[in-house]
T-cell receptor, first 112, second 111 residues
Framework: EAGVAQSPRYKIIEKRQSVAFWCNPI?????LYWYQQILGQGPKLLIQ????????DSQLPKDRFSAERLKGVDSTLKIQPAKLEDSAVYLC??????????FGSGTRLTVV | QKEVEQNSGPLSVPEGAIASLNCTYS??????FFWYRQYSGKSPELIMS????GDKEDGRFTAQLNKASQYVSLLIRDSQPSDSATYLC???????????FGRGTSLIVHP
């Protein structure tokens, strides 16, 4: 079974620039999540999709972050404009009903 | 606010010893509990899940759950240097698909 695919693996941008991350979940996993993990902290949920609908985006900073999952499969997360405090690893995870998460390898973002 | 508390460590144990990692949670309605291992620079990897009170063993790993005390732990027997990682506790409330993660405990197993 192929895992959760994410790209890019690393990204360095200047503050106020924009950036986008891509995630392709495990085939058949209806639920997709984007997490932000700041160094030394546990993952924090940004947004949860069920198929192509948003289930929970209460912790997504909507003034600068956006996410979509148009066809209910892969998803993109965008930050515009980026701030220094957005430096983190952005993890995508997917799950099927009653299973645990499978995380992707993450995208390490550095904002300078 | 659902909270999951872990001591950030680091917890240092000698090779061959038992490592004991602890986690407490605030939501009494929590139903599912997970332990993830995260190597430096890598994504979290699920190693144990537990749903009912008591112990669950899988190889060198034992998860222990006490819902009355709102406490879940992970024991690693015969610790190896390759077990050195951060261990994240995640708690899922009933009816939710969104676990709350603790900040993780750093484990160092020294030869």
């Amino acid at each position: 079974e192929a895992g959760v695919a994410q790209s890019p693996r690393y990204k360095i941008i200047e503050k106020r620039q924009s950036v986008a991350f891509w995630c392709n979940p495990i085939s058949g996993h209806a639920t997709l999540y984007w997490y932000q993990q700041i160094l030394g902290q546990g993952p924090k949920l940004l947004i949860q999709f069920q198929n192509n609908g948003v289930v929970d985006d209460s912790q997504l900073p909507k003034d600068r972050f956006s996410a979509e999952r148009l066809k209910g499969v892969d998803s993109t997360l965008k930050i515009q404009p980026a701030k220094l405090e957005d430096s983190a690893v952005y993890l995508c995870a997917s799950s099927a009903e009653s299973t645990g998460y499978t995380f992707g390898s993450g995208t390490r973002l550095t904002v300078v | 606010q659902k909270e999951v508390e872990q001591n950030s460590g680091p917890l240092s144990v000698p090779e061959g010893a038992i490592a004991s990692l602890n986690c407490t949670y605030s939501d009494r309605g929590s139903q599912s509990f997970f332990w993830y291992r995260q190597y430096s620079g890598k994504s979290p990897e699920l190693i144990m899940s537990i749903y009912s009170n008591g112990d669950k063993e899988d190889g060198r790993f034992t998860a222990q759950l006490n819902k009355a005390s709102q406490y879940v732990s992970l024991l690693i027997r015969d610790s190896q240097p390759s077990d050195s990682a951060t261990y994240l506790c995640a708690v899922l409330s009933g009816g939710s698909y969104i676990p709350t993660f603790g900040r993780g405990t750093s484990l160092i197993v020294h030869p």
